[in-house]
Nanobody, 130 residues
């Protein structure tokens, strides 16, 4: 059974940094595309960053150049380094995983519909004040 557990959220001032972690267990055999999504109050869930099994990445335009997604396969952990945080980055951040076989190409994806076929963590809250 695949389990994802996020940590590292918190409250910071604008311009600050946070690093989110996602501990992954139960993934064996198949390769997975991993991603971070976020959901602000009253808004839909949106993709932030993704990384596929080969290491290719994809970022939302709103975070490109400020956020970095990475994974440590030895530690079974996914990371999201967030720098120069802005108030609009506030929200619940979720770790997600979908089997690479479901992704229609050899690239990372931020397709919410695809990840809804996979696995999700419970989320960690990020609050950025101005």
């Amino acid at each position: 059974q695949v389990q994802l557990e996020e940590s590292g959220g918190g409250s910071v001032r604008a311009g600050g940094s946070l690093r989110l972690s996602c501990a992954v267990s139960g993934i064996t055999g198949s390769s997975y595309c991993m991603a971070w999504f976020r959901q602000a109050p009253g808004k839909g869930r949106e993709g932030v960053a993704s990384i596929d099994a080969d290491g290719s990445t994809d970022y939302a335009d709103s975070v490109s150049g400020r956020f970095t997604i990475s994974q440590d396969n030895a530690k079974n952990t996914l990371y999201l380094q967030m720098n120069n945080l802005k108030p609009e980055d506030t929200g619940m951040y979720y770790c997600a995983a979908v089997e690479s076989a479901r992704v229609p190409g050899p690239w990372a994806t931020l397709d919410l519909g695809l990840f809804n076929l996979g696995h999700w963590g419970q989320g960690t809250q990020v609050t950025v004040s101005s």
